[in-house]
């Protein structure tokens, strides 16, 4: 059965709203990476299939927002029915991205305040779906944890043939290694020049100490004088 999705008003004027270069420049050799990430991920699932992925940095400004929101898009632009979900119930930002309001999302869906055909949002991205955070509560990785987490997601697979989640930096806070052993895989975002090697290990050993299984790294900002590429992903 297909799943209802009801467009949100815009978000008010001056908002910020992130560029999403794979939506707005698909041919830029950023856009090449993002789907050089896409068939790496794919690759990595050969004998499994990989529909619930995670997305989440070492510490805040990593770029791990819009690394999760290009991928979404560059999934999307496959035919496949995508839903990206702001996980980030304490600094959500993906409303701002796809230009959304934020008066209604996962946290409402979660605490049975709304179901998942009223606070889902299609974007102006064809076939990818979002789901904003909603009002920040005061117990968010206790909502990750959940059993109505683990119904939530269910529930989304019957729907969409992948499903993104923008989650909190790992050092920072639990929700990331909460919501990380129940994905299928999970993708770490780290700066170039600003991430140091003993946080970026402390992040990976935390995730694998969840269960998690971690499909590789994104190094983003790398500078261009270094290499030709912007972004790189290397498998564990």
Not at 33 to 51: A, G, P, W
Not at 139 to 168: R, V
Not at 200 to 227: F, I, P, T, W, Y
């Amino acid at each position: 059965m297909a799943l209802k999705r009801n467009k949100q008003k815009p978000a008010a004027p001056g908002a910020a709203k992130r560029k999403l270069i794979t939506n707005t420049d698909p041919k830029s050799p950023i856009s090449e990476q993002y789907r050089t990430i896409r068939t790496n991920i794919l690759f990595s699932s050969v004998d499994e299939t990989l529909r619930t992925m995670l997305v989440t940095s070492t510490s805040p400004g990593e770029g791990k927002s819009t690394t999760v929101a290009n991928l979404a898009v560059v999934f999307a632009n496959q035919g496949k029915k995508v839903l990206i979900i702001d996980a980030d119930m304490r600094k959500p930002t993906m409303h701002y991205t796809f230009g959304l309001q934020n008066t209604v999302g996962l946290t409402n869906v979660l605490t049975n305040q709304a179901t998942l055909q009223e606070a889902c949002v299609q974007t102006n991205v064809e076939n990818l779906s979002a789901l904003p955070s909603g009002p920040i509560p005061p117990n968010p990785a206790e909502l990750l944890g959940s059993f109505a987490m683990k119904e939530f997601l269910a529930k989304a697979q019957e729907n969409f043939d992948y499903i993104f989640f923008d989650t909190p930096p790992v050092l920072a806070v639990t929700d990331a290694q909460v919501l990380a052993n129940q994905c299928d895989g999970t993708v770490l975002v780290i700066n170039s020049g600003k991430t140091e090697v003993e946080g970026a290990q402390k992040a990976k050993d935390l995730l694998q100490s969840a269960k998690a299984k971690l499909l590789g790294v994104v190094l983003n900002n790398r500078n261009m004088k270094e290499s030709a590429y912007y972004y790189y992903y290397g498998s564990e």
